[in-house]
T-cell receptor, first 114, second 116 residues
Framework: GQQLNQSPQSMFIQEGEDVSMNCTSS?????WLWYKQDPGEGPVLLIA?????ELTSNGRLTAQFGITRKDSFLNISASIPSDVGIYFC??????????????FGKGTKLTVNP | GAVVSQHPSWVICKSGTSVKIECRSL??????MFWYRQFPKQSLMLMAT?????????EQGVEKDKFLINHASLTLSTLTVTSAHPEDSSFYIC????????????FGPGTRLTVL
């Protein structure tokens, strides 16, 4: 089945530092998404990427969809304490039944020291 | 943005009992709802996809007779864990979409199930 390899597994940084995490896959996805999940809550969408090579920003977050549609990175600039959480990449693909399902990476746990 | 709620937010039950979890789309009609399971420190794993008015499509390895899904209306889907066992203890998360290509999945806040 489809798998997403996400790295790093965890990061410990100082407030103000930039962060980068990435995901790779052997499968091609129609859409690539980045989510943030706080403890005990559902994931919240940060950025969605639809086109190969697309570079998209959302505030201090920047993400790019790889040319081959098999990889993506997420950058967070000038980190702040509220950036703490688990970041997941997810690939979206069309099922035979016509619905779109998500395959999630294993997550990157981010800790920001004030 | 669109809001998805789940009830209950947490539940503790005895082994062998059944537990029902509700997922509601509060301000939009959800033609498709998804159910995920997340074990501690792990990723979200899709269990099943349900379209309103039709039978759910289960992912490989997920027992449809153990995890009963009902999507009876455009705003409500339920997941019933039947004859729950301790290994079913997990964080169950639903998501909903209005359907159509490229539609965003909006996630609920999750339900923490603990089976004693």
């Amino acid at each position: 089945g489809q798998q997403l390899n996400q790295s790093p597994q965890s990061m410990f940084i100082q407030e103000g530092e930039d962060v980068s995490m990435n995901c790779t896959s052997s499968s091609i996805f129609n859409t690539w998404l980045w989510y943030k999940q706080d403890p005990g809550e559902g994931p919240v969408l940060l950025i969605a990427l639809y086109k190969a090579g697309e570079l998209t920003s959302n505030g201090r977050l920047t993400a790019q969809f790889g040319i081959t549609r098999k990889d993506s990175f997420l950058n967070i600039s000038a980190s702040i304490p509220s950036d703490v959480g688990i970041y997941f990449c997810a690939g979206q693909l069309l099922t035979q039944g016509g619905s779109e399902k998500l395959v999630f990476g294993k997550g990157t746990k981010l800790t920001v020291n004030p | 943005g669109a809001v998805v709620s789940q009830h209950p937010s947490w539940v503790i039950c005895k082994s062998g009992t059944s537990v029902k979890i509700e997922c509601r789309s509060l301000d939009f009609q959800a033609t498709t709802m998804f159910w995920y399971r997340q074990f501690p420190k792990q990723s979200l794993m899709l269990m099943a996809t349900s379209n309103e008015g039709s039978k759910a499509t289960y992912e490989q390895g997920v027992e449809k007779d153990k995890f009963l899904i009902n999507h009876a209306s455009l705003t409500l889907s339920t997941l019933t864990v039947t004859s729950a066992h301790p290994e079913d203890s997990s964080f169950y998360i639903c998501s909903a979409t209005e359907g159509g290509e490229g539609n965003e999945q909006f996630f609920g806040p999750g339900t923490r199930l603990t089976v004693l």
